[in-house]
């Protein structure tokens, strides 16, 4: 797999050639910014992300699971007798099932985070790449594959002379 | 109404959150250069007293381990006395971190970048500090974990109803969240790191903890849906966690302590202090470290103002409180409060009000809003006031009780005021460690607030 990239001289025109590129077709079309670029995922034509799905499950696990499980422990597990209160006490209840809520969210929202972006992931080939290292902190850049069924060497370096960008890199594996 | 909007907009200075004159390049030059010069003798210094202060704590801690909490200042009715006051200090300090990174997030307060990272390590560090004391004033600390819903030889299991436990789950669920938001902002941070380290241990260790992060799209895309939710979620979890620690005074029956003022009170309180202390710790490194162009006069003010708000909104819970005792008629609520501010202990009483409702009123005026030294001496003041706060709640509302014969006057041993210095030995070892091997700035979030960050800068619509 052979991958070329393209640095861009400000956010603007690598917004602009992220939507040059996904327009014309290349699915493979990815971009590295040192801070998200207001507008770039509509501009590569991302669906929105399913996180939040992720930690409302998560949420309605801590939340139900604390509940339950203060209920099982104090009314049913071992009931003890503590200044006459009942033993499912469920108003007591609520702020530790609340916090559970609250950590269970914060769990799914990293991890699921992590997951969607299949980090941690030490090697990846594109770290071979030199002149991509400034991407965290000034550069702008793209990156296409090769491989992608509409690649073409031409389309591609007429693309560049119009958004006025420069190719610095192949990355091969 | 267009025009009238674009009249407003003309008058409202916008000001400019980082000096113009900075790029891309020179703020990552800027944020990374305390991690990257000679180690400084300063930070030697400052460490060595910290570790010294550190060895302290440990020593007082060992001693009560060993000897058990005689050695304290507790007596009959002040069963509750440096631990929990130092323990609500602390857990306090934490709360501006929280407020920072996620509720003026959610307000869309750009100007939070310059200080978030900075204040949500304040915030772990605090936190630290804080679960120190529950743990250590347990008598058999060695049966701490019975805190937890953990299986145990008993076969039973901790009382939900009591807030001393609903404190638990609120304190561990609030490190672990401020932990895992704080590593979230971190990860873009570590892998510009990684990119400039020259040295390959370096590399390594940034690498390790970056994730392989290399600012893909696709990843900013789930990256920066997480941060918002989990500034969501952290804006509820601050203010219950501040609640929370107030009910375990306030579901007491106590004078001084039943009221159903205290959970906006001390979230109020919590807010004001850490506040004070980011502005302690930020006057100082940004003079050090040079961050004046990204750290400016601006967000101090900022700070300050909002140290003048929520100071004023404890005084008013200050005079409140006297009202309520008043109005309700309840002679032992009366006395709790006329005991507290003309008592034995009128002397804490009034150092808490001079500092904590007095001196931030400074803040009206401008100038001292934008004076370093000024907004430094009172956020100490702050610090010493919220201290106090926490002391004169405990102490007044316990010592004398509702039988004169058991009252008493409760003074800390030297092994309380110890232990409580050392905590601060904790707290800034961690913190010179941060200011040396992390970045103290937020560096990709700052770059998002530069004009040039917007696609959209320099062109007319």
Known sequence: ?173 | MSVIIDKIKEKVKRVALVDPKETFESVTDIVSKPMEMKLPSWWLIGFTASISLLILLKVMIAYLFWEGVGIWGLNNPVGWGFAIVNFVFWVGIGHAGTLISAILFLFRQKWRTGINRFAEAMTIFAVICALIFPGIHVGRQWLAYWFFPLPNSMAMWPNFKSPLLWDVFAVSTYFTVSLMFWYVGLIPDLATVRDRATSKIKQKVYGIFALGWRGANRHWQHYEKAYLILAAIATPLVLSVHSIVSFDFAVSQLPGWHTTIFPPYFVAGAIFSGFAMVVTLMVIARQIFNLKSLVTLHHLENMNKIILVTGTMVGYAYGMEFFMAWYSGYEYESFAFINRATGPYAWAYWIMVSCNVISPQLFWFEKCRRSLVIMFIISIFVNIGMWFERFVITVTSLHRDFLPSSWDYYSPTWVDVLTFVGSFGLFFTFFLLFLRFLPMISISEVKGVMPQADPHHGKEH
Not at chain 1, 11 to 40: N, Q, R, V
Not at chain 1, 43 to 49: H, N, V
Not at chain 1, 52 to 62: D, K, M, R, Y
């Open chain 1, 1 to 173: 797999m052979e991958t070329v990239i393209i640095e861009f001289d400000n956010p603007a025109h690598l917004l602009e050639g992220a939507k040059a590129f996904t327009d014309a077709g290349y699915a493979s079309t990815e971009t590295y910014s040192p801070f998200p670029i207001h507008g770039m995922d509509d501009a590569m034509q991302l669906k929105p992300s399913k996180l939040g799905w992720i930690v409302l499950g998560g949420g309605a696990f801590g939340l139900s699971g604390g509940f339950l499980m203060q209920w099982w422990m104090s009314a049913v597990d071992y009931e003890i007798i503590i200044s006459g209160k009942p033993f499912f006490s469920y108003p007591a209840f609520i702020p530790i099932t609340f916090e559970l809520m609250v950590l269970c969210s914060a769990f799914a929202a990293v991890f699921g985070m992590f997951a969607l972006n299949k980090l941690p992931e030490h090697y990846h080939r594109l770290f071979k790449s030199n002149a991509l290292r400034t991407a965290t902190s000034h550069g702008f850049f793209l990156s296409v594959d090769v491989q992608d069924p509409n690649y073409d060497e031409k389309k591609v370096t007429d693309l560049l002379t119009k958004l006025n960008a420069k190719l610095v890199d192949r990355v091969e594996d």
